[in-house]
């Protein structure tokens, strides 16, 4: 199983940026997907996840700015990132995990992307 981040790069504070996450080597619908970000010396927060057959859930800091989205095959995640700010940088890492209950938890994540680098400037 493997999950790819693309997407990433610099934007200008009130910018945009569209990450994606393509999957392989899983033949079911994932039945939640997150997108997460983490900067050095912090701990990986989340950021946005969405289940197969519920909405998206975002935490406080993102909510009107980003928007999160799969395909409709289910196994490939996106995330619009809009209104940019220099707080908003990070390495930032997709996930996937089966198990029923889709929350913000970085714990309840078990495959996860490399990452991509997105970094905001002033």
């Known amino acids: 199983v493997q999950l790819r981040e693309s997407g990433g790069g610099s934007a200008q504070s009130g910018g945009s940026l569209r990450l994606s996450c393509a999957t392989s080597?899983?033949?079911?619908?994932?039945?939640?997907m997150g997108w997460f970000r983490q900067s050095p010396g912090k701990e990986r927060e989340e950021i946005a996840v969405?289940?197969?057959?519920?909405?998206?859930t975002y935490v406080d800091s993102v909510k009107g700015r980003f928007t999160i989205s799969r395909d409709n095959a289910g196994n490939t995640l996106y995330l619009q990132m809009d209104s940019l700010n220099p707080e908003d940088t990070a390495m930032y890492y997709c996930?996937?995990?089966?198990?029923?209950?889709?929350?913000?938890?970085?714990?309840?994540?078990?495959?996860w992307g490399q990452g991509t680098q997105v970094t905001v400037s002033s």
């Open positions: 969405i289940g197969i057959n519920t909405g998206p």
């Open positions: 996930a996937a995990h089966v198990s029923l209950l889709c929350r913000l938890d970085v714990g309840a994540f078990t495959y």
């Open positions: 080597g899983y033949s079911y619908r994932w039945y939640c």
